[in-house]
């Protein structure tokens, strides 16, 4: 009888504290990072899960548009247009660079950009242009 109330004892004891290590730290652990997310976004997580779908969204067509130009750079490369492609590339650059650079764009694409002008004088050509 003493060993059954033994391995009885050792048995719930290990239930507990497998149950506090493998259920309970974890969920905590996982509050501690949905507190911290909403805390960071300003939003609650319905919110955040509400917005999911805007951001897929949103991904798709940036991730079109740019299957898009590549389409038409390449299809500009296998013809032979070489020129082409290049001053079409400089056209989306120049619009970036333009656009962005005192409105708070990408601040590693725009020095991109400054370092290739530095390079390249048609880079350099294509962002210094007036828009008409």
């Known amino acids: 009888m003493r060993h059954f109330i033994t391995s009885l004892v050792c ?5 507990g504290i497998g149950w506090y290590f493998g259920y309970t ?3 905590l652990q996982a509050m501690h990072i949905t507190q911290e997310l909403e805390k960071e976004t300003g ?25 898009g130009f590549a389409l038409g750079f390449y299809k500009f490369l296998e013809n032979g247009e070489i020129d082409k492609a290049k ?9 970036y660079y ?15 950009i400054e370092k290739a002008a530095q390079k390249y004088p048609a880079v350099a050509n294509e962002i210094s242009r007036e828009i008409k």
């Open 98 to 112: 333009r656009g962005y650079k005192d409105r708070g764009g990408d601040t590693n694409m725009l020095a991109d």
């Open 43 to 67: 939003m609650s997580i319905a919110e955040m899960t509400k917005a999911v779908p805007d951001s897929l969204a949103a991904m798709q067509r940036q991730d079109e548009t740019a299957a």
């Open 87 to 95: 001053s079409r590339s400089l056209q989306f650059v120049g619009h």
């Open 25 to 27: 730290r974890p969920s």
């Open 11 to 15: 048995l719930a004891a290990g239930i």
